[in-house]
């Protein structure tokens, strides 16, 4: 059964860099929601992808943006990176018009 | 705006033994769902039990059932027969309508740890 793959699991970048997030949704799967989780705390969503258009978007700077490709994989940017940005990133698919959400393990990333 | 809340930080239980989770949340809207979902240390968030706002009934899933009231905006979880497999962090999350389109807002979060 292929989930959601996220890569890479775990990575460090500086203050002021640029990072890329990828996620590959769930076979069957077309829409893609990305997720914050700051340590001990609930995930906040940060946006949605569909028909490679973000078409919601959480409480989140511009700094943030994301892309869907034409495979329904997507990707989240982050530019300028803040110490605060350090977090767990959650990718989740799902089938548009349908019901269940699938989650990958995420991407732990660290600013210093 | 939606808001979930979880007032217990952390919660232990022994082996075998029932553990109630508690969560309120608050919203303006009729049309909504409500969910438990487990994250372990794996990461993965996993779905445990789902309770869609239109039924009375309570959810069910094998040891593990909710208690939803709808008045008081309240949505427990009751793990039954808790085994080591259960600890892990508990979220309790609120979702706007019955397709994936939207976000799910989640709680803060409860630490379950089962005791042998």
């Known amino acids: 059964d292929a989930g959601v793959t996220q890569s890479p699991t775990h990575l460090i970048k500086t203050r002021g860099q640029q990072v890329t997030l990828r996620c590959s949704p769930k076979s069957g799967h077309d829409t893609v929601s990305w997720y914050q989780q700051a340590l001990g705390q609930g995930p906040q969503f940060i946006f949605q992808y569909y028909e490679e258009e973000e078409r919601q978007r959480g409480n989140f700077p511009d700094r943030f943006s994301g892309h869907q490709f034409p495979n329904y994989s997507s990707e989240l940017n982050v530019n300028a990176l803040l110490l605060g940005d350090s977090a767990l990133y959650l990718c989740?698919?799902?089938?548009?018009?349908?019901?269940?959400?699938?989650f990958g393990s995420g991407t732990r990333l660290t600013v210093v | 705006a939606q808001t979930v809340t979880q007032s217990q930080p952390e919660m232990s239980v022994q082996e075998a033994e029932t553990v109630t989770l508690s969560c309120t949340y608050d919203t303006s809207e009729s049309n909504y769902y409500l969910f438990w979902y487990k994250q372990p240390p794996s990461r993965q968030m996993i779905l445990v039990i789902r309770q869609e706002a239109y039924k009375q009934q309570n959810a069910t899933e094998n040891r593990f059932s909710v208690n939803f009231q709808k008045a008081a905006k309240s949505f427990s979880l009751k793990i039954s027969d808790s085994q080591l497999g259960d600890t892990a962090m508990y979220f309790c999350?609120?979702?706007?309508?019955?397709?994936?389109?939207?976000?799910?807002?989640f709680g803060q979060g409860t630490i379950l740890t089962v005791h042998p």
């Open positions: 999350a609120f979702h706007l309508g019955g397709t994936s389109y939207g976000k799910l807002t």
């Open positions: 989740a698919s799902s089938f548009n018009g349908g019901w269940g959400y699938t």
